[in-house]
């Protein structure tokens, strides 16, 4: 394939858009199958004219359109190009040494350094517009998926058939051997790892870094080769400039691609489809929305659902449409797919997504959102939404269980803060509708902790949902109090005669039921010891926490205490004095929201505080408009699986989350296995394969 055929030369000279797509079309359609070489030369050149060596003033910004242009491709230019490759190739490789039909790995590390040495030494790779032979061929410059390419595309040029490239989300390497059973790294992926051309992949997929997708790479064909190719494209011109003719380009040959069915098995390339799709939507062809989809189902359907961008794709797409829940529960499922890798500095690229979703996009969405109110009352408000509040500890635990058994940690001191934030934003009655549990936990203590929280929320539910009709209540009682004073007036006499003749005081009467309910406690209960509560209460008898006239019949059974005693609460422990608990007088008000059977459920006077502060929270926001909204709330269950998220769960549905308890458990280092790489060199990554353009 020293020239070109005269099925190539007829395209030329390229003086459109159309005239490229109907190159790439024909070429598709070649029985011998598209050659690499030639389409990555002129994708490049045409890039390379639109974008590189466009003439932009220094004034010009994103509102200032472009005078609209296209390069005119000779053919000439392109098959000089072309010539200079194959002989490069051809010329560095004695065939006489390596077999005829199926490539090895000495005869891959041989090409991989023929394309290797002809790469200027110059610092370079973090550039933009590299990843195309024409980059090679005019400036000896290649990025890190250019390099791969150019290997695949070089044994094209010497006649190999099963050299192939492996795709993951950030990184390309090949594969060879009978039916691509062999792989080896060609590229690198970070400063110092040039020494690993030629070795397998297998031990980097063992370690289930992202990188590698734990062996879920996109395996192409010649045809899904030409795809990453297109996907690969930069319509950049500036940080802030797109060449809107690149992008149209790119647009209809991803289409071309799409007919043909050499997409369905590319995750990548559906999103870089989708994000060009809403950019500039095209009529009579598939939504930005359905093409993200498909997107996700084809990382389900081929590749075991280990690709992270599909999820991030369209998430992204929804925060752009203000569709804040849909998005949340988008990331949601990121995180999930990414807690089955082991993170590793060479995973800089995802890092960062999760990183922006966490700390700058999810927190705008709550500052967003803080004053929301629905007209719709089947719709709930984002920050009164139990689902969203799951799915965001969803996101969370993902993070943490990617975190798991990695060489380097994830989460620092930035992303609780920010977890904190969000989390605390939310009406702290949502937390009663979500149960918590953990996986792979001590089934007895899951049970408790599951009645615990049912206990808790069905009590703090009942409060919130009776106390229209506690209020009523209230008022029947106070009417039949006034009643009872009334009956107490006409025969107070005869009740204080009779009460002398029988040797009784009020005092004595106090006692007396006191000690008929410690005796009932105690005839219930596993043994004779009496409810320490009972105790308490019996010991402070005379204080006005217990009210002396419901013990007599009348009246309510409790008074509200003027002055708070309990300032400082842990997540481990709640201690709080007896004395001071019962010594509080009275202001004449009912104790809002305990009652004789709860106080006799409690575990200890800390508890029946605690049980009183959530009762006066909720009726203290109890204001009908929140009622409504939570009146469609439905329970939710959520299954923690990384240890620092299940050491949190009780918190996460407290009726106060503890700001410090999950800053200090989020940042701790005691879950994380640091384990020693076996090989040195990792350093910052100073150049992405696959790095997804986002376009704003």
Same mark, same amino acid.
């Given at each position: 394939?020293a020239?070109?055929?005269?099925?190539?030369?007829?395209?030329?000279?390229?003086?459109?858009?159309?005239? =490229?797509?109907?190159?790439?079309?024909?070429?598709?359609?070649?029985?011998?199958?598209?050659?690499?070489?030639?389409?990555?030369?002129?994708?490049?050149?045409?890039?390379?004219?639109?974008?590189?060596?466009?003439n932009?003033?220094?004034?010009?910004?994103?509102?200032?359109?472009?005078?609209?242009?296209?390069?005119?491709?000779?053919?000439?230019?392109?098959?000089?190009?072309?010539?200079?490759?194959?002989?490069?190739?051809?010329?560095?490789?004695?065939?006489?040494?390596?077999r005829?039909?199926?490539?090895?790995?000495?005869?891959?590390?041989?090409?991989?350094?023929?394309?290797?040495?002809?790469?200027?030494?110059?610092y370079?790779?973090?550039?933009?517009?590299?990843?195309?032979?024409?980059?090679?061929?005019?400036?000896?410059?290649?990025?890190?998926?250019?390099?791969?390419f150019?290997?695949?595309?070089?044994?094209?040029?010497?006649g190999?058939?099963?050299?192939?490239?492996?795709?993951?989300?950030?990184?390309?390497?090949?594969?060879?051997?009978?039916?691509?059973?062999?792989?080896?790294?060609?590229?690198?992926?970070?400063?110092?790892?040039?020494?690993?051309?030629?070795?397998?992949?297998?031990?980097?997929?063992?370690? %289930?870094? $992202?990188?590698?997708?734990?062996?879920?790479?996109?395996?192409?064909?010649?045809?899904?080769?030409?795809?990453?190719?297109?996907?690969?494209?930069?319509?950049?011109?500036? =940080?802030?400039?797109?060449?809107?003719?690149?992008?149209?380009?790119? #647009?209809?040959?991803?289409?071309?691609?799409?007919?043909?069915?050499?997409l369905?098995?590319?995750?990548?390339?559906?999103?870089?489809?989708?994000?060009?799709?809403?950019?500039?939507?095209?009529?009579?062809?598939?939504?930005?929305?359905v093409?993200?989809?498909?997107?996700?189902?084809?990382?389900?359907?081929?590749?075991?659902?280990?690709?992270?961008?599909?999820?991030?794709?369209?998430?992204?797409?929804?925060?752009?449409k203000?569709?804040?829940?849909?998005? =949340?529960?988008?990331?949601?499922?990121?995180?999930?797919?990414?807690?089955?890798?082991?993170?590793?500095?060479?995973?800089?690229?995802?890092?960062?997504?999760?990183?922006?979703?966490?700390?700058?996009?999810?927190?705008?969405?709550?500052?967003?959102?803080?004053?929301?109110?629905?007209?719709?009352?089947?719709?709930l408000?984002?920050?009164?939404?139990?689902?969203?509040?799951?799915?965001?500890?969803?996101?969370?635990?993902?993070?943490?269980? $990617?975190?798991?058994?990695?060489?380097?940690?994830?989460?620092?001191?930035?992303?609780?803060?920010?977890?904190?934030?969000?989390?605390?934003?939310?009406?702290?009655?949502?937390?009663?509708?979500?149960?918590?549990?953990?996986?792979?936990?001590?089934?007895?203590?899951?049970?408790?902790?599951?009645?615990?929280?049912?206990?808790?929320?069905?009590?703090?539910?009942?409060?919130?949902s009776?106390?229209?009709?506690?209020?009523?209540?209230?008022?029947?009682?106070?009417?039949?109090?006034?009643? %009872?004073?009334?009956?107490? %007036?006409?025969?107070?006499?005869?009740?204080?005669?009779?009460?002398?003749?029988?040797?009784?005081?009020?005092?004595? #009467?106090?006692?007396?039921?006191?000690?008929d309910?410690?005796?009932?406690?105690?005839?219930?209960?596993?043994?004779?010891?009496?409810?320490?509560?009972?105790?308490?209460?019996?010991?402070?008898?005379?204080?006005?926490?217990?009210?002396?006239?419901?013990?007599?019949?009348?009246?309510?059974?409790?008074?509200?205490?003027?002055?708070?005693?309990?300032?400082?609460?842990?997540?481990?422990?709640?201690?709080?004095?007896?004395?001071?608990?019962?010594?509080?007088k009275?202001?004449?008000?009912?104790?809002?929201?305990?009652?004789?059977?709860?106080?006799?459920?409690?575990?200890?006077?800390?508890?029946?505080?605690?049980?009183?502060?959530?009762?006066?929270?909720?009726?203290?926001?109890?204001?009908?408009?929140?009622?409504?909204?939570?009146?469609?709330?439905?329970?939710?269950?959520?299954?923690?699986?990384?240890?620092?998220?299940?050491?949190?769960? %009780?918190?996460?549905?407290?009726?106060?989350?503890?700001?410090?308890?999950?800053?200090?458990?989020?940042?701790?280092?005691?879950?994380?296995?640091?384990?020693?790489s076996?090989?040195?060199?990792?350093?910052?990554?100073?150049?992405?394969?696959?790095?997804?353009?986002?376009?704003?």
């Open positions: 394939m020239g070109f055929r005269d099925r190539e030369k007829q395209h030329f000279p390229l003086e459109s858009s159309q005239a =490229v797509v109907d190159l790439f079309i024909d070429q598709l359609e070649n029985s011998d199958g598209p050659n690499l070489a030639l389409l990555s030369i002129v994708i490049g050149a045409v890039e390379n004219k639109l974008t590189v060596n466009r932009v003033s220094a004034t010009t910004d994103r509102s200032r359109i472009l005078e609209p242009i296209f390069p005119v491709i000779e053919l000439s230019m392109v098959e000089a190009l072309y010539t200079k490759f194959v002989t490069d190739v051809k010329s560095g490789v004695d065939m006489s040494l390596y005829k039909d199926i490539a090895t790995r000495e005869l891959v590390k041989r090409v991989s350094d023929i394309i290797w040495s002809r790469l200027t030494r110059s370079y790779k973090d550039k933009a517009h590299l990843q195309s032979l024409y980059s090679y061929l005019t400036g000896n410059k290649l990025d890190c998926f250019g390099v791969a150019a290997v695949v595309a070089a044994f094209q040029v010497l190999y058939n099963d050299v192939h490239l492996a795709l993951s989300e950030d990184h390309a390497w090949v594969v060879f051997g009978e039916n691509g059973s062999e792989t080896a790294e060609v590229t690198w992926h970070g400063k110092g790892n040039e020494d690993k051309r030629g070795q397998p992949v297998g031990l980097e997929v063992t370690e %289930k870094s $992202w990188l590698y997708l734990c062996g879920q790479a996109v395996i192409c064909t010649r045809e899904m080769e030409v795809s990453a190719m297109v996907s690969g494209i930069n319509p950049s011109i500036t =940080v802030t400039l797109d060449s809107s003719e690149m992008g149209n380009l790119q #647009q209809d040959l991803l289409w071309a691609l799409y007919d043909k069915q050499h369905k098995k590319y995750p990548m390339a559906l999103g870089n489809l989708g994000d060009l799709e809403e950019v500039n939507p095209i009529p009579n062809r598939k939504p930005c929305k093409l993200y989809a498909e997107a996700i189902e084809a990382s389900k359907k081929f590749y075991n659902n280990q690709h992270v961008y599909p999820y991030t794709y369209l998430g992204g797409y929804l925060y752009r203000h569709q804040y829940k849909a998005a =949340v529960m988008a990331w949601a499922e990121a995180a999930t797919v990414v807690s089955g890798f082991n993170y590793n500095r060479q995973d800089e690229e995802i890092y960062k997504e999760f990183l922006e979703i966490a700390n700058d996009f999810i927190p705008n969405i709550v500052k967003s959102v803080s004053n929301e109110n629905s007209s719709d009352p089947l719709k408000p984002f920050l009164r939404d139990p689902e969203v509040y799951v799915k965001l500890l969803q996101f969370y635990d993902g993070i943490c269980e $990617w975190e798991e058994g990695s060489s380097t940690p994830v989460l620092h001191i930035t992303w609780a803060h920010h977890m904190v934030f969000s989390l605390s934003k939310f009406d702290s009655r949502v937390r009663e509708f979500v149960t918590v549990t953990s996986e792979g936990g001590d089934s007895e203590d899951n049970d408790d902790d599951s009645d615990d929280q049912t206990d808790e929320k069905e009590t703090r539910r009942g409060s919130q009776d106390s229209k009709s506690r209020t009523s209540l209230r008022g029947r009682r106070k009417s039949q109090t006034s009643d %009872k004073v009334k009956n107490e %007036k006409q025969n107070g006499d005869n009740d204080g005669v009779d009460s002398k003749l029988n040797g009784d005081s009020k005092e004595d #009467q106090i006692q007396s039921a006191i000690k309910i410690v005796s009932k406690v105690g005839e219930g209960g596993k043994n004779d010891a009496p409810n320490p509560n009972i105790q308490a209460l019996s010991q402070a008898c005379g204080e006005s926490i217990l009210n002396k006239d419901y013990l007599l019949g009348s009246g309510e059974p409790f008074t509200t205490a003027t002055s708070s005693t309990i300032n400082n609460t842990t997540t481990d422990s709640r201690s709080v004095d007896i004395e001071d608990f019962l010594s509080t009275s202001n004449g008000t009912p104790f809002i929201g305990l009652t004789m059977d709860s106080m006799l459920k409690a575990d200890s006077p800390a508890d029946m505080m605690l049980c009183r502060k959530d009762s006066d929270v909720v009726a203290a926001s109890d204001n009908g408009t929140s009622t409504d909204y939570l009146a469609g709330a439905k329970p939710v269950t959520l299954v923690l699986r990384s240890e620092k998220m299940k050491g949190l769960k %009780k918190i996460f549905t407290s009726a106060k989350l503890n700001a410090s308890a999950i800053k200090l458990q989020l940042t701790a280092q005691s879950q994380v296995h640091m384990k020693h076996k090989r040195g060199g990792e350093g910052d990554i100073s150049s992405t394969v696959r790095k997804r353009t986002r376009r704003e």
